[in-house]
T-cell receptor, first 116, second 112 residues
Framework: AQSVTQLDSQVPVFEEAPVELRCNYSSSVSVYLFWYVQYPNQGLQLLLKYLSGSTLVESINGFEAEFNKSQTSFHLRKPSVHISDTAEYFCAVSAARNSGNTPLVFGKGTRLSVIA | KAGVTQTPRYLIKTRGQQVTLSCSPISGHRSVSWYQQTPGQGLQFLFEYFSETQRNKGNFPGRFSGRQFSNSRSEMNVSTLELGDSALYLC???????????FGPGTRLTVL
């Protein structure tokens, strides 16, 4: 079974400052890793994912995350945040399989608040 | 392509009633998963359907059930509603090629 720990429940940060949202996972098998973002009264939007290959993955809106197998981490970073980045961010893990879907296991979420 | 759609977006029911939620996946996606989101328990996996068969099931009581139709649309049903069933119910679809789940906007269920 997999588990995910998001180390910070809330992260306040000033606009244009850098931010890091931390995520650690536990699994006895190879994993896929995801970050999703949720705006108020909306569903989850995929921000970025690691399936294989390069351990550094990027999103189109400036976020990046690095898969670190030795530290079992997948921290999310952005060098300069905007007010519009205010949202809840969820880290998720699933077991990697050759075929078929496996359930996502989510962390408890980190609420990012960007202050003007 | 249109995204995952869920209907209705909001529902209010009373204890003891039953409810049916609907999910239409992204065109071409044959796998549909359901998740429950509550402030206390966070996001929890309910079940997954693929080609009209339940392939995975989470740790929820038998009051929670689902099905999938030949066009990949899925429904979930909750019988004998309890106050604790108040939650945002999210549906996600995927293909085996991408191993990535794409979520709908959710159905907000309130049980009074």
């Amino acid at each position: 079974a997999q588990s995910v720990t998001q180390l910070d429940s809330q992260v306040p940060v000033f606009e244009e400052a850098p931010v890091e949202l931390r995520c650690n996972y536990s699994s006895s098998v190879s994993v896929y890793l995801f970050w999703y973002v949720q705006y108020p009264n909306q569903g989850l939007q995929l921000l970025l994912k690691y399936l294989s290959g390069s351990t550094l993955v990027e999103s189109i809106n400036g976020f990046e995350a690095e898969f670190n197998k030795s530290q079992t981490s997948f921290h999310l970073r952005k060098p300069s945040v905007h007010i519009s980045d205010t949202a809840e961010y969820f880290c998720a893990v699933s077991a990697a399989r050759n075929s078929g879907n496996t359930p996502l296991v989510f962390g408890k979420g980190t609420r990012l608040s960007v202050i003007a | 392509k249109a995204g995952v759609t869920q209907t209705p977006r909001y529902l209010i029911k009373t204890r003891g009633q039953q409810v049916t939620l609907s999910c239409s996946p992204i065109s071409g996606h044959r796998s549909v998963s359901w998740y429950q989101q509550t402030p206390g328990q966070g996001l929890q996996f309910l079940f997954e359907y693929f080609s009209e068969t339940q392939r995975n099931k989470g740790n929820f009581p038998g009051r929670f059930s689902g099905r999938q139709f030949s066009n990949s649309r899925s429904e979930m049903n909750v019988s004998t509603l309890e106050l604790g069933d108040s939650a945002l119910y999210l549906c996600a679809s995927t293909t085996t090629r991408t191993d990535t789940q794409y979520f709908g906007p959710g159905t907000r269920l309130t049980v009074l």
